[in-house]
Nanobody
Framework: QVQLVESGGGLVQAGGSLRLSCAAS????????MAWYRQAPGPKRELVAL???????NYADSVKGRFTISRDNAKNTVYLQMNSLKPEDTAVYIC?????????WGQGTQVTVSS
């Protein structure tokens, strides 16, 4: 059974930094795509950043230059380094992976940025 466990969320002041981690277990095949989404109160889930199996990355315009996504394939783990955080970055950050054509989601970790 595939499980994604996120960690690293918390409360930080504006301008601060956090590093999120998402470790995938129960997978014995290559992960094609790893991504971070976020969801503020409301139904909309926003793609924050993604990284392919070859290391190609893509970011939402709102986080370009501030966030960096990376992955460790040996550990089936994806990271999100978040710098220069703003109050509008406050959300639940949710990990997503795609492997063998199937998508899997984590439970999410809360990030709160105070002004």
């Amino acid at each position: 059974q595939v499980q994604l466990v996120e960690s690293g969320g918390g409360l930080v002041q504006a301008g601060g930094s956090l590093r999120l981690s998402c470790a995938a277990s129960g997978i014995d095949f290559s992960i094609n795509l790893m991504a971070w989404y976020r969801q503020a109160p409301g139904p909309k889930r926003e793609l924050v950043a993604l990284i392919t199996s070859t290391g190609r990355t893509n970011y939402a315009d709102s986080v370009k230059g501030r966030f960096t996504i990376s992955r460790d394939n040996a550990k089936n783990t994806v990271y999100l380094q978040m710098n220069s955080l703003k109050p509008e970055d406050t959300a639940v950050y949710i990990c997503n992976i795609v492997a063998v054509g199937k998508g899997y989601w984590g439970q999410g970790t809360q990030v709160t940025v105070s002004s």
